[in-house]
């Protein structure tokens, strides 16, 4: 009875409440035992000096791992790093250092300039990541909800991340929103978040696909009524049809939450998801 309570619990908590909610227990059952937390190292040298945690193995280090930035979702207004303690030491346990950078919201700062913070961050990973027995040549870009848009505008040719061959070993968006025009009329905050109105068309993922994207991983579940899979299908196709690499994965029965909380030890046997994560990182590996 216990069992079933316990399960019960976690199953229904919102995942973005921070006290005594869903995602803290995920925190506290993450696993520990071999993973290291390195937390708040600045990466920004600006007034509002943004920092970022580092997941990894301990024990007999190897060098040159694969990383994974992650940047976390809230729709551009809420959220912090130390939430997703259970996906760094969940992907840390795999092998992979993981890098969970803060950002700038909104209404401090407009999209340009979370992208920006997003793209010094990664930045500070090129440049630093090979002193945490990270390879630099091996990383990858990783987000759910809004956080999964940060890392397709970095994954894509865009102004904030250039030549993203070059720079990325591939990026994972989960339950991203990549072609959400127009707004509705109750998203009255998006319309200020994405302004001007004449420039709207630029804030899309979608319109900035020219084949030229890192290899991307797009991850959504069909039963998502937050952010619709449209989305990573739309994207996945388009950037198909200009030659560039997608894979898609459409997984069920999974809320907008659920998507990210998968990554979890604790609930991985909802959904593949990790188990795809992992295999998209060493099928990148091998390739380059």
């Keep these: 009875m216990r069992n079933i309570t316990f399960w019960s619990f976690i199953l229904s908590t919102p ?12 925190n506290n059952l993450a696993p520990r035992i071999g993973i290291e937390r390195i937390a708040d190292i600045d990466f920004q040298n600006k007034p509002h000096s943004l920092q970022l945690d580092i997941y990894r193995p301990t024990g007999n280090l190897k ?8 940047y976390w979702g809230g729709r ?23 890098v ?10 407009g999209y340009k300039e979370f992208l920006s913070d997003s793209a010094d961050a990664l930045n500070w990973v090129h440049a630093q990541i090979e002193n945490y027995f990270g390879d630099s040549n091996r990383i990858f870009v ?14 894509l040719n865009t102004p904030f991340n250039p030549n993203p061959q070059r720079t990325l070993a591939g990026a994972i968006g989960i339950s991203g929103p990549y072609d959400f025009l127009p707004f509705a009329d109750d998203e009255q905050d998006l319309k200020q978040i994405f302004a001007p109105a004449k420039q709207y068309a630029d804030s899309q993922p979608i319109n900035w696909v020219d084949g030229k994207n ?24 388009k950037i198909e049809e200009h030659g560039g690499q997608a894979e898609l994965l459409l997984t069920k ?16 046997w909802k959904a593949p ?5 992992i295999d998209f990182i060493a099928k990148q590996n091998q390739q380059n």
């Design 15 to 26: 995942f973005w409440l921070t006290a005594c909610s869903g995602v803290q227990i995920l």
């Design 63 to 70: 060098k040159d791992m694969p990383v994974v930035i992650f």
């Design 76 to 98: 551009w207004q809420e959220g912090d790093k130390s939430m997703y303690q259970f996906l760094g030491r969940e992907l840390a346990k795999q092998g992979i250092i993981t």
């Design 100 to 109: 969970i950078p803060n950002y700038r919201l909104w209404p401090q700062v």
């Design 142 to 155: 990783m987000g759910h909800s809004a956080g999964a848009y940060n890392a397709v505008m970095l994954a």
């Design 214 to 237: 890192a290899p991307l991983l797009l991850i959504h579940s069909l039963d998502d009524d937050i952010v619709y899979a449209k989305n990573s299908q739309n994207l996945a196709h």
């Design 253 to 268: 029965n999974l809320s907008h939450a659920m998507s990210i909380g998968v990554v979890s030890n604790l609930l991985a």
């Design 273 to 277: 998801t990790t188990e795809r994560i």
